[in-house]
């Protein structure tokens, strides 16, 4: 046993200490904050009365019900036939963002942003020269409380992936610090679901197979998980071991832009589809135009009255973002599905396959529109 020390040591870079922010039920909190007929009550941000959409976030009073994000309305409402249902106002919740990074940037500048309410700091080396990444968690959460009437949950570690899941532990207003001679134990015990990268088909698989927890995945060769996962498994084999180098990066690459809609009434007509794709192209167009990017790559995306799916691309030789193009592209790509009389509830259009962004006067990547501001 002695031999395998050297082994299951943690080889993170000496110093670096991790912070995952996720605030609580964000866009609900906001809400709730924002209108106090809401407190207390359970809300929903998105979706409606009527049973069409979905939610984007639920208060922890719906949560209790058992509604969750990306649930239907109609779901929600059989769960908690009260829940009230609250449209979205990104604005808000986007200028509330901004305050939060300004609350960040305090303490570091070193900030990756993975959506409005969460992100990972790099506080290695602090402005504030604390020393204590725990500390530094304890009081950007306490300035986000004090200055927005908001709570955010922490996780503290030495790499993002420990930090990440760290965060959602003690939720709401939770703060978990796993240290380095935790973090073997604490992955060793992870639920195989809990992993980056497994989703429900992935995971009812693995426990298939006997793999129920990190325990069970480091008891693989690499070659063992490669075969059975593909490239994912070098991934496993290196966080079962506590391995992970990626460094939290201050600007991140956008892999596609786009935009889409959910109807208050479904569309039946193809002429109804044209004229919501000249209006969802026109705001992709311009956000575009904001971000200075080009796409080699279209992709229309169809969701039925039933809650199929279906997409649709076409692909370019050299990048393109031109209006025109992007509205006649994405209507050609309607006309060639099989439609069937089925109504239409969603339309989106998106571009990917960037090339290099033209030069910009700002260093931020992130386009506002795309929830990238946090």
Request: with cysteine; glycine share 6%.
């Amino acid at each position: 046993m002695q031999g395998n020390t050297e082994k299951n040591k943690v080889p993170s870079p000496p110093g670096r200490k991790i912070i995952h922010i996720d605030m609580d039920a964000f866009y609900a909190s906001v809400e709730q904050r924002d209108h106090p007929e809401y407190k207390g009550k359970p809300i929903a941000v998105g979706g409606s009365p009527d049973g069409r959409g979905v939610v984007a976030t639920a208060s922890y009073e719906a949560r209790k019900f058992g509604v969750r994000s990306a649930m239907s309305s109609r779901k929600a409402l059989q769960l908690c036939p009260h829940i009230i249902f609250v449209f979205p106002r990104f604005d808000a919740y986007k200028a509330t963002s901004r305050h939060i990074r300004e609350i960040f940037e305090r303490y570091t500048d070193i900030i990756e942003p993975l959506s409005l309410d969460e992100a990972f700091l790099d506080v290695s080396v602090d402005k504030k020269n604390i020393g204590s990444a725990i500390e530094i968690a304890r009081e950007i959460k306490a300035a986000i409380f004090e200055e927005l009437g908001l709570t955010a949950s922490a996780g503290v570690s030495t790499n993002k992936f420990v930090a990440k899941i760290a965060s959602d532990l003690n939720k709401p207003n939770g703060l978990t610090f796993i240290g380095p001679s935790k973090i073997q134990s604490f992955i060793e015990n992870l639920p195989v679901e809990e992993f980056f990268g497994v989703g429900k088909v992935t995971a009812e698989r693995m426990k298939s197979m006997g793999l129920h927890t990190g325990a069970d995945l480091k008891a693989l060769s690499e070659d063992t998980l490669t075969k059975h996962f593909g490239k994912i498994g070098r991934f496993f084999y290196r966080i079962v071991r506590g391995i992970d180098e990626r460094p939290v990066q201050t600007h991140r690459e956008t892999k596609s832009l786009g935009a889409e809609d959910t109807f208050p009434q479904d569309l039946m007509t193809l002429d109804e589809m044209n004229r919501e794709l000249d209006r969802i192209g026109e705001k992709v167009y311009n956000r575009l135009t904001k971000s200075k990017l080009a796409g080699r790559t279209i992709t229309l995306k169809v969701k039925f009255g039933d809650f199929t799916q279906i997409t649709r691309n076409h692909s370019f030789a050299s990048p393109v973002r031109e209006l025109d193009t992007i509205l006649e592209t994405a209507k050609t790509l309607l006309e060639k599905i099989e439609m069937a009389d089925k109504p239409v509830r969603l339309l989106g259009i998106s571009l990917s396959n960037f090339g290099e962004p033209e030069p910009r006067a700002s260093k931020r990547h992130n386009d506002p529109d795309q929830l990238e501001l946090f």
